[in-house]
């Protein structure tokens, strides 16, 4: 058993920590926090070790009545890998006090790319991270384009591509985002850090990137042109895509035509707080002309970055190549690359759903 330390336990690392328990080989060793909220609650309910990020903050839980395993410093002695999902840049200051215990770390997107030795995508960089003692899961946006453009530069090749980000303004229950009544360039400089970040994926890859936030708070949205290098046709593009796990294509039959049904389908398909865990592509707008792809995908900022973190523990740990901890990692939460799959055969539940994961305790 691998024993994983989750240092933050907010939007990424709740769903990472549920994620690592469904595993079959992957125990949660504690999560820490700074403040003790409901988030705090609902970890101890699913029997989580609760650890404080410091001695000052103990006597705040203790006060609330939580009880408290340590500090953040005995959950990295404890563990075989932390994963920290603290918010952007304390990950960087968190740094030292993993080099300190010699305890491989991963990073999140949220972070600069030098925190960490590689920029890790399933897909596209596994390897490149075992062994390594520090990886850095790339953002919510780069995780999704990186999955896209894997298979369509190893199938035709990438001459050129070219992507409109229409971000989200704000996770759900952050009520201090926006914006609430605009359209923003945001980065208003082009390209955008998404076309930079991809780079510390591919790093030959010619893309150019623009942002934009609008009042939303479900899922991003991408418009993508990619120039191909050799000749496609839609249909040949949208099996190629439609194979890859990670990826749904979304038929035209479910009538799903945003975000919000996108949701709705996942809570009723049974998938753990209505998670996305995969690209949701947009099958009728895969489109073809000479060699110029387009098509629209939607990401669950929440979610598509949970798989990648399961699996950017094993490939630091090294206990398996990319195929085996992907496929273990899908089985394990019961990603189908449908989303669906669950409503087809009603006795195949996700094991991650309802409790928070494997009963193992
Ligand atoms: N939200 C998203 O859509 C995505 C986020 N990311 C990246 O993931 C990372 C985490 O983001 P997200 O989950 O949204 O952040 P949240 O703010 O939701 O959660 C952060 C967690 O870290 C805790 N925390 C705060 N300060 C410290 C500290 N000094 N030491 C340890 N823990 C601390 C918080 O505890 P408490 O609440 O008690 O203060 C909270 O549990 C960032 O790098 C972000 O860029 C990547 C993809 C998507
Ligand atoms: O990493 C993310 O987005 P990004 O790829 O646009 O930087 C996450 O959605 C978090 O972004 P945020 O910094 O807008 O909360």
Redesign the pocket.
């Known amino acids: 058993m691998i024993q994983v330390g989750v ?8 769903r990472v920590a549920d994620a690592i328990r469904a595993q079959p080989d992957m125990a949660v060793a504690g ?7 409901f ?2 609650k609902v970890a101890l309910e699913r029997g989580y070790p609760l650890y404080a ?2 001695g000052e903050r103990t006597a705040a839980f203790e006060e609330a009545g939580f009880d408290l395993s340590g500090t ?1 410093d005995e959950l990295v002695a404890e563990s075989d890998v932390v994963v ?8 960087a ?2 740094a030292e006090l993993y080099r300190e215990h010699d305890t491989p770390a991963i ?5 600069d790319a030098d925190v960490a030795e590689v920029s890790f995508n399933a897909r596209a960089s596994y390897e490149a991270a075992r062994g390594a003692d520090t990886a850095r ?1 790339v ?3 780069t ?1 999704g384009l990186s999955r896209l453009f894997a298979p369509i530069a190893e199938a035709y090749g990438i001459e050129k591509a070219r992507v409109t980000l229409v971000r ?1 303004g704000g ?1 759900p ?2 009520t201090n985002r926006g914006p609430i009544n605009d359209t923003l360039p945001d980065p208003v400089e082009i390209p955008s850090h998404h076309g930079p970040d991809l780079n510390t994926v591919f790093p030959d890859l010619d893309v150019d990137t623009m942002g934009m936030k609008v009042p939303a708070t479900l899922m991003h949205t991408h418009s993508v042109n990619v120039t191909l290098e050799s000749e496609a046709d839609a249909e040949s593009v949208r099996e190629l895509l439609d194979a890859e796990s990670r990826l749904f294509v979304l038929p035209p039959e479910l009538d799903i035509d945003g975000a919000g049904k996108l949701k709705e389908f996942a809570q009723d398909a049974g998938r753990p707080r209505g998670d996305c865990w995969e690209n949701c592509i947009w099958g009728d707008s895969i489109t073809v002309e000479g060699r110029d792809l387009y098509l629209f995908q939607a990401i669950h ?2 979610a ?2 949970v798989p990648e973190n399961v699996d950017a523990v094993r490939a630091v740990a090294d206990t398996a190549d990319r195929e085996e901890s992907t496929t273990l990692t899908e089985d394990a939460l019961g990603l189908d690359g449908r989303i669906g799959g669950a409503l087809r055969d009603p006795t195949a539940r996700s094991p991650a759903v309802a409790d928070g994961g494997r009963d193992d305790d």
């Open positions: 240092n933050g336990y907010g939007t990424i690392g709740k999560v820490a926090k700074t403040s003790p909220n988030e705090a990020v410091d953040v920290d999902a603290t918010p952007a840049g304390i990950g200051e968190n990073f999140q997107g949220g972070e899961v953002s919510c946006n995780t989200r996770d229950g952050q900022q929440e598509d970055v």
